[in-house]
């Protein structure tokens, strides 16, 4: 039998040898991936999932408040922090952090369930102390999104350093 | 009648478009798709068909392939082989496509997600499929059709038409 006057033996040995091409050059560009998938796409997933719950608005900040389950963390700096925050919030600049954070770590259990927070939406500094609570091993942070503005406007309980 | 219908099939305009069309489709298919091997092994483990162990290598092997088959196509070099295996690789799709259409799972293609595009598995998908496979055997029996470079070459030998 032949195909376009190809004898089919060596039709079908060219066949295979793209396919074995093709295989060697798919597992060779991507071996960690074919090797290691389960541990990526479980790892991916982890984190999808903590993406998730990073963000928290007005009303999710409340309840994890009133529950008295989470510890909320002030990025401001000490002066605007000092001069009113979210009731029993812990201040942790986020640009000192470095220097800052040896003070508080007593205050701040590893296993515990921190909230970040800074002046309001727009401003970035309670994410960033969010990604890097994070990366130090707390394994629950949320980031309030609305941030301080939206928490005095709702009137909820604050207070400032006497 | 059937001389008449072989004269159609076998026109070189004919297969030149259907190696073009072909060619270019699998060859961005398997580029968009290399581009996110992950995206495509979870595509393929969709389809529950193949052990989990195995997929993954599977998948990847399948996109690069649908990259050389595509680009040989489009050259018409080793036309003949390319399209067999091109058609191999529809056979398992159909029946792929087929089993979890019988399963009841309404579930993405994985099959060609461009510009976003994100088809769901159905009867279109299959009549689709049956469609690119006659092109494909259309290659494989009659050749590459006009301006290849196995033509250009002159020479004789497996794919090199």
């Given at each position: 039998m032949t195909f376009n006057?190809?004898?089919?033996?060596?039709?079908?040995?060219?066949?295979?040898?793209?396919?074995?091409?093709?295989?060697?050059?798919?597992?060779?560009?991507?071996?960690?991936?074919?090797?290691?998938?389960?541990?990526?796409?479980?790892?991916?997933?982890?984190?999808?999932?903590?993406?998730?719950?990073?963000?928290?608005?007005?009303?999710?900040?409340?309840?994890?408040?009133?529950?008295?389950?989470?510890?909320?963390?002030?990025?401001?700096?000490?002066?605007?922090?000092?001069?009113?925050?979210?009731?029993?919030?812990?201040?942790?600049?986020?640009?000192?952090?470095?220097?800052?954070?040896p003070e508080v770590s007593k205050a701040l259990p590893m296993d515990s369930l921190l909230v970040t927070y800074c002046a309001g939406a727009d401003c970035e500094m309670s994410v960033n102390l969010g990604r890097k609570l994070r990366s130090i091993g707390y394994k629950d942070v949320r980031v309030f999104e609305g941030g301080w503005q939206l928490w005095v406007k709702a009137g909820y309980p604050v207070e400032k350093k006497k | 009648m059937i001389s008449g219908l072989r004269r159609i099939f076998s026109n070189g305009w004919l297969l030149l478009a259907c190696r073009l069309f072909l060619g270019t489709l699998f060859l961005y298919a398997g580029i968009s798709k290399a581009g996110d091997p992950e995206e495509f092994i979870r595509s393929v483990r969709v389809y529950n068909i193949l052990p989990d162990f195995i997929t993954p290598a599977f998948a990847v092997g399948i996109l690069w392939i649908e990259i050389y088959c595509g680009a040989l196509l489009i050259a018409g070099l080793f036309t003949e082989s390319a399209a067999l295996v091109i058609d191999g690789m529809l056979v398992v799709f159909i029946i792929a496509i087929s089993i979890n259409i019988a399963r009841g799972n309404v579930m993405e293609c994985g099959c060609f997600d461009f510009f976003g595009l994100k088809e769901t598995i159905g009867p279109g998908i299959l009549v689709r499929d049956i469609v690119f496979l006659a092109q494909g055997a259309l290659l494989l029996y009659f050749g590459p059709g006009k301006y290849s470079v196995g033509e250009l070459r002159g020479r004789g030998g497996a794919g090199a038409a």
């Open positions: 006057g190809k004898p089919i033996m060596r039709v079908g040995f060219f066949a295979a040898l793209i396919c074995i091409a093709g295989g060697l050059t798919g597992i060779g560009t991507n071996f960690g991936l074919v090797f290691n998938y389960e541990a990526i796409a479980a790892a991916k997933e982890d984190q999808a999932r903590t993406e998730k719950t990073f963000m928290i608005n007005l009303e999710q900040s409340k309840a994890l408040f009133d529950s008295g389950k989470a510890i909320f963390v002030d990025a401001r700096d000490p002066a605007e922090c000092d001069a009113g925050h979210i009731k029993g919030a812990i201040n942790l600049p986020w640009e000192e952090f470095g220097m800052k954070y | -």
